[in-house]
C-alpha cells in the first residue's frame, strides 16, 4: 500500500505558498542562541496567520556545519541544538494538524567530509565497494572541463587526501566529497534515507546540487544523461511507495537546461526558475520589461503536472551565474556597490537592503513573483523587510535571527548577545528595533500586512498556480502586463516598472464588454471597449505600482 501525504490533491504543490527558513535562524526555545525545533513549533502560528501553505526547512542533521548544515555528517537524525528525532516528528505533526506541508533538504551529491562514509572509504583499500562511496583518482586533472562553483575558497575541484593517498572530487567546499553515484551501494544508501524521511511523513525534499550527481571525463560534468536516469529512478521510488509528495529540482542552470529535469513528468514535480530572478531585478533597475519578456521567451514548456519554483531572495547569494558576462557586470554596479556584496559569482543582500527599503519596489518585486506561471518561495525575514549585515562571513549576512520583536536579541532569543549563534540586525532603518513581527503586527498598512493579503489573494485565485502566461504588448517598455487565465478565471497584471507614472494603452479586444475589478480593493474598474484599455493609465499606473484586475 502506498503510504498518503498529509495533501489530498496530488498537485498540491501547484496551489502553495513556500516559505524557507532555517531553523537556527527563527526562535530559540530553551534560551542557548541556537534556534531549534521546540522553537519553530511555537512560531507555527505565526506562519500560519500569514498565510504560507509549505514549509522549507533548511538542513538540520548532524553536521560539522562548515557549509550551514549542507555538510552533513549524519542523514537520518537531527543535530542536537536543533533537538531529537522527536521533537521532528512533533513539529511535523503540528504542522500538518495546521494544514501546512513540509519540504525538507535532500542533500545527494556530497556529504561532509566527518561522515562515516568518507571514513571508512578513506580507510579502505582501493577499488572496495567501502572506497568507491566517493570519487577518488591519482592525478587532480581529471574531469578538468568541470567549472568550479565556489570561486571565492576553491582553487580545484579535487582535493589530497593523506590517508587514502589519492585525491577526492567535491563540486563545492573541500570538506564535501562528491558521493559516486555509479556504486549502486551509494544509490541505495540514499533511497533508503528518502525512505526514512517519507515514512516519517515529510511532503516534498529540496534535493540540493542535483545537476552534479555523476561526473564523465569530456564533460562539464553537469546535467548528464545518467545523472536524469537517476533522478527518474528516484522519482519511480518514491512514487512506488507514496502519494502527494514532491521533490524539486535545484538546477542553477538555463532553462532549457533545467527543462529536462521535469522530464516527461517522470523525473521533478518542480524546479527553481533561477535565471528569472536576477532578470527581475534588471527590469526594476533598467525600467524596462525586456529582460523578464526575454527569459520568459527562452523557457520552455513544462508537463501538466510540473511547477516552476519562483523566488526573490534565498538563503545563499543572489546568483548571477545565469546571467551573460554584461549583466553580470550591470547587476553589481546596480546591486552591490561594496564589494563586501559580493560572495562568488552573486550579491549576498535581502530583498530589502537590495531597492534601498523601498516599500513600493518591495511590494512590485513580490507582486511579480506571485502572479507568475509558478510557485512563489518567500525567505524567511523578507515579510517584514529585515536587513543583512554585510560584514559577517560567507553568506551569513542574510542569515541573520528573526526579529520578532524590539526586545533584546529581536525577542529570537533570552541568552546573553554574545552567546547568539549570529548577531542580530542592529541596523538604525533595517535592525530589529525598527523592523520587526510585533510593531508590524499591529499595524495594519505594514508590509507584514501587505503580504499576509498578497497570499490570501493568491490563494482565492487557483488560476495564478495553475494556468499560463500571455504577455501583452504596449508600446511602453517600462509597462509589463500579462494575463493569466484559464477556463474559469482571467487576470490581468499590469506592472509599472518605471520609479514615475507611465501611460499605458493595452490592446485587450477579446475581453471587450468585460468589467475588471481591482482585486485588492475590490473596485470596480471602467468596462473593456473597443478602444485600447486606458482604465490603469488613469488610475494606478504610478511610479513602480502594480495593478491586479480580475476580468
Ligand atoms: C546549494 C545550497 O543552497 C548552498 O547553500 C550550499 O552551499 C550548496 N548547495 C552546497 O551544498
Ligand atoms: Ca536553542
Known amino acids: 500500500m502506498k503510504k498518503p501525504g498529509n495533501a489530498t490533491d496530488p498537485l498540491w504543490y501547484k496551489d502553495a505558498v513556500l516559505y524557507e527558513l532555517h531553523v537556527r535562524a527563527f526562535f530559540d526555545s530553551n534560551n542557548d542562541g541556537i534556534g531549534d525545533l521546540p522553537g519553530l513549533i511555537q512560531k507555527l502560528d505565526y506562519l500560519q496567520d500569514l498565510g504560507v501553505t509549505c514549509l522549507w526547512l533548511l538542513p538540520f542533521f548532524p553536521s560539522p556545519l562548515k557549509d550551514d548544515g549542507y555538510d552533513i555528517s549524519d542523514y537520518l537524525n537531527v543535530h542536537p541544538m536543533y533537538g531529537t528525532i522527536e521533537d521532528f516528528k512533533t513539529f511535523l505533526d503540528a504542522a500538518h494538524d495546521r494544514g501546512l506541508q513540509v519540504m525538507i533538504e535532500l542533500v545527494m551529491n556530497h556529504t561532509s567530509d566527518q561522515h562515516a562514509w568518507f571514513e571508512r572509504a578513506r580507510q579502505a583499500p582501493k577499488g572496495t565497494p567501502e ?32 590517508v587514502a593517498q589519492a585525491y577526492f572530487w567535491h563540486r563545492f567546499f573541500s570538506h564535501q566529497p562528491d558521493l559516486n553515484y555509479d556504486n549502486p551501494r551509494v544509490v541505495e544508501e540514499m533511497f533508503q534515507v528518502v525512505r526514512y524521511w517519507l515514512d516519517l511523513g515529510v511532503d516534498a525534499l529540496r534535493v540540493d546540487a542535483i545537476p552534479y550527481l555523476i561526473e564523465r571525463e569530456g564533460t562539464s560534468c553537469e546535467n548528464l544523461p545518467e545523472t536524469h536516469l537517476l533522478v527518474k529512478r528516484l522519482r519511480q521510488e518514491i512514487d512506488a511507495n507514496y502519494e502527494s509528495r514532491m521533490i524539486l529540482a535545484e538546477a542553477n542552470q538555463w532553462p532549457s537546461d533545467v527543462r529536462p529535469y521535469f522530464g516527461e513528468g517522470d523525473e521533478c514535480h518542480m524546479a527553481f526558475h533561477f535565471p528569472l530572478m536576477p532578470r527581475i531585478y534588471m527590469a526594476l533597475r533598467q525600467e524596462d520589461r525586456l529582460p523578464i519578456t526575454d527569459i520568459m521567451a527562452q523557457t520552455p514548456e513544462i508537463p501538466g503536472t510540473c511547477q516552476w519554483a519562483l523566488f526573490l531572495r534565498n538563503h545563499d547569494e543572489l546568483t548571477l551565474e545565469m546571467v551573460t558576462n554584461d549583466e553580470r557586470d550591470y547587476m553589481y554596479l546596480a546591486y552591490s556597490g561594496d564589494s563586501r556584496m559580493r560572495v562568488n559569482l552573486g550579491i549576498r543582500r535581502r530583498l530589502a537592503t537590495l531597492v534601498d527599503n523601498n516599500r513600493r519596489r518591495i511590494e512590485l518585486l513580490n507582486s511579480l513573483l506571485f502572479s507568475f506561471p509558478g510557485t512563489p518561495v518567500l525567505y524567511y525575514g523578507d515579510e517584514i523587510g529585515m536587513g543583512d549585515n554585510i560584514y559577517l562571513g560567507d553568506r551569513n549576512g542574510v542569515r541573520t535571527p528573526m526579529q520578532w520583536t524590539a526586545d533584546r536579541n529581536a525577542g529570537f532569543s533570552r541568552a546573553s548577545p554574545a552567546r547568539l549563534y549570529s548577531p542580530v540586525i542592529m541596523d538604525p532603518i533595517l535592525g530589529y528595533e525598527a523592523v520587526n513581527v510585533e510593531a508590524q503586527q499591529g499595524d495594519p498598512s505594514s508590509l507584514l500586512g501587505w503580504m499576509r493579503n498578497m497570499i490570501a489573494l493568491r490563494k482565492l485565485f487557483r488560476v495564478f498556480g495553475r494556468s499560463t502566461l500571455e504577455f501583452l504588448h504596449p508600446s511602453n517598455r517600462k509597462v509589463l502586463a500579462y494575463l493569466r487565465r484559464d477556463d474559469e478565471q482571467s487576470v490581468l497584471c499590469v506592472a509599472n516598472l518605471s520609479r514615475f507614472a507611465q501611460p499605458v494603452d493595452l490592446e485587450l479586444p477579446e475581453l471587450e464588454g468585460a468589467i475588471p475589478i481591482e482585486m485588492l480593493g475590490y473596485v470596480d474598474f471602467p468596462p473593456i471597449g473597443k478602444q485600447p484599455y486606458r482604465g490603469c493609465a488613469t488610475y494606478k499606473v504610478r511610479s513602480s505600482s502594480f495593478l491586479f484586475l480580475w476580468i
Open 131 to 162: 572506497r568507491d562511496y566517493y570519487v577518488w583518482s591519482d592525478s587532480d586533472q581529471k574531469y578538468g572541463n568541470a567549472r568550479i562553483i565556489f570561486t571565492d575558497t576553491e582553487k580545484s575541484n579535487w582535493t589530497w587526501d593523506p
